[in-house]
């Protein structure tokens, strides 16, 4: 059986910005690294190359919290009274420019597109408390699909990004509201069709784990969850990938082995057409909790800073490496989240490629 493919990602775009280039993001800055977007394009082309350089296989634009409200609440000199929907089309295309620009050509590039509560001051995608107008499947699916909008008019989308990444999903209702809003994206009704072009590209949906057991912010079940991710009965278009990111490393090998033995019992239930990419993106920190009031990464109290066992990148490379050794995924993607550095990503891929005789899809390694 031919082993599993590995791929790279990036890791975590707005701490690289704020510890490597010194951006202070505050309260006036709502769309936090997209803000680059309308104020410095040149200090986010240079965070984004360093993990260009890395070289990773797949790119995430700096489109996180891309929404119709957050540009609203973005005042500058030039949009005293905030960017209005019709102003927004130009920072995406420059957001897919830059990544165009600064990508090796095998490199593939990722929209990023986070959840209705990255858009929420503060952020609630590590809670998932949403307010009353968007805690339902259909409330949420209007808000996707009105955001989804806004990247109808960047010229020629379908053709230059390969992926559409919906990260750090924290409730079950949104992994459905997102499962049918790629059934509008391809759907061939013109009244059904939200970006038609974009229907057809892939897809990964990445959920978060923020707390000590296996379960979402709403409560629900990894096997909840991976139903919800994969099953036919909510969507005849499934995810390319299902992932992990925004969680601390340490709980990455029990949800693996969770997400496996779910998907296996969708398998054997009939409801599942194929098995899937796993998508691996971890926090890169280092004990450090964010604070959604502050914006700030602290440490609790009472926790001392992380010295001792295993680095992150050997961590890492070991949950990749056993999920790859009991051959269930199509690919295997890996990269960081919030505080994980270019440098980080490099020993990543330097200790997987040390250990693991990778069958790249894109890049064979640094100096082959």
Not at 302 to 328: F, H, P, Y
Request: some cysteine; charged content about 20%.
């Amino acid at each position: 059986m031919a082993e599993t493919p590995i791929q790279f990602l990036d890791g975590g775009l707005g701490t690289s910005l704020e510890d490597k280039y010194n951006v202070h993001f505050t309260e006036a800055m709502p769309l936090w690294s997209s803000h680059l977007l309308l104020s410095d394009h040149d200090t986010l082309k240079s965070c984004q190359r360093d993990f260009a350089e890395v070289p990773v296989d797949i790119l995430l634009t700096a489109t996180y919290q891309v929404s119709v409200e957050g540009f609203q609440r973005t005042q500058t000199d030039s949009f005293p009274r905030g960017v209005s929907p019709d102003d927004i089309p130009p920072f995406i295309d420059a957001a897919v420019s830059i990544v165009e620009q600064i990508k090796r050509p095998a490199t593939q590039i990722a929209l990023s597109l986070g959840p209705y509560g990255a858009m929420m001051r503060p952020s609630q995608e590590y809670s998932g408390a949403y307010d009353d107008e968007h805690n339902s499947v259909d409330k949420l699916l209007r808000w996707h699909a009105d955001r989804m909008r806004l990247f109808t008019h960047t010229p020629r989308l379908n053709s230059r990004v390969d992926f559409l990444a919906f990260e750090t999903v924290p409730r079950l209702d949104e992994i459905v509201a997102i499962r049918k809003l790629t059934m509008m994206l391809g759907s061939e009704s013109p009244a059904d069709a939200v970006a038609d072009p974009l229907g057809r590209m892939r897809y990964w949906i990445s959920c978060v784990f923020p707390g000590t057991g296996q379960a979402l912010p709403d409560g629900s079940s990894v096997g909840q969850v991976v139903r919800a991710l994969l099953s036919l009965e909510h969507s005849g278009n499934p995810p390319w990938g299902i992932g992990i990111n925004c969680t601390k490393i340490e709980r990455l090998p029990q949800l693996v082995k969770a997400y496996e033995e779910s998907v296996r019992l969708l398998e054997e239930k009939g409801q599942l057409q194929s098995w899937p990419s796993l998508l691996l993106y971890p926090d890169g920190t280092n004990g450090e909790v964010y604070d959604t009031a502050s914006k700030t990464w602290k440490h609790p109290t009472g926790l001392k800073q992380i010295a001792e066992g295993s680095s992150w990148e050997e961590q890492l490379n070991d949950v990749v490496t056993k999920a790859r050794s009991r051959g269930c995924w199509s690919s295997i993607v890996v990269g960081g989240c919030c505080k994980a550095t270019h440098e980080d990503i490099s020993r990543l891929r330097a200790q997987v490629t040390r250990h693991t005789s990778v069958e790249y899809a894109l890049h064979p390694p640094t100096g082959a």
